[in-house]
């Protein structure tokens, strides 16, 4: 009987023991994977805010060429900018409740 018990206890521990291994594996595995869907995001980013200013750039040099001034296209390219700031500040919370929605809707895509 007591043998039974201690056999018992033995295969509890092992089950209990391999069970925290599997928790630790999972989690591992998630952060391993935030980790990259992070970095992967962050050089994106990099790269197209990289392609933004040079076509920004780009445009501003057109528009100087077009209107003929030395500033004038970039003046109107700042103007461009604020205004969308001004857009973004005066309707915050609607673009806060957009990107909520875009980062659950994409998080439960990858979990799937």
Known sequence: MLSQL??????????F???????KIETRDKIE???VMGIY????L??????????VILLGTLLNEWLDSDYLGF????GVFILKLAIIIIWK???????RKIIVRFVSVKEE
Do not use: S
Request: negative net charge; without cysteine; proline residues 0%.
């Open 6 to 15: 201690e056999e018992i206890k033995e295969t509890l521990f092992k089950y």
């Open 17 to 23: 023991e391999t069970r925290i291994d599997l928790f």
């Open 46 to 55: 990099g790269i197209g805010l990289t392609i933004l200013i040079l076509l």
């Open 33 to 35: 994977r935030a980790v």
């Open 75 to 78: 003046v109107i390219l700042l």
């Open 93 to 99: 919370e609607t673009w806060i409740k957009l990107i």
């Open 41 to 44: 995001a962050a050089i994106l």
